[in-house]
């Protein structure tokens, strides 16, 4: 195996993940009473981005399972739409990106993505296959569903290990 470089995780907030997409949280986000006031709308968290003809917005549950040994030898993209993920059941995951475009190995950062957030990622934005923390975690997702080829992926020249922010 190639020899892998050390990657320090970030907290989640809404200004560091923006050049990747948007931070699904109640905290922080603009909200107002609906239901005769029994229910907060914490309203257009995300956008959902739809590229190409005969494209349409799908909903579906991944189930993911940690990577063991936790070493990063992959990046992905899909080019033609946005990727939201959102827990289902409270459990953490690392989002691991970079910015849509041309692929910068040196670019890549991670973030630590709490059981009460979630992340879209903008189309084109390269990132990490899924990496929960705990096995059995179920994210509900929401994608493109539509012709056209929606998944570039990429080895990295160097494997990430990731570090826990220390602060």
Known sequence: MRQPRSLVVEPLTREAFAPFGDVIACDGADSFPINQGRTQRFHSLAS????GEGAKAILSIFRGQP???????LMERHPLG???FVPLNNKAFYA??????DFDETAVRA??????QGINLRAGAWHAPLLPLEADSD???????GPGG????????QPIVLQPDSH
């Not at 959902?48 to 590229?51: A, I, R, S, T």
């Open 96 to 101: 691991v990106v970079a910015a849509p475009g």
């Open 67 to 73: 990577l063991e040994p936790l070493v990063i030898e």
């Open 111 to 116: 973030f630590l993505v709490t059981g009460t």
């Open 82 to 84: 946005s990727q939201a």
């Open 48 to 51: 959902v981005d739809l590229l």
């Open 139 to 145: 994210y509900l997702v929401v994608d493109r569903l």
């Open 150 to 157: 929606n998944c570039d992926e990429v080895l990295l020249k």
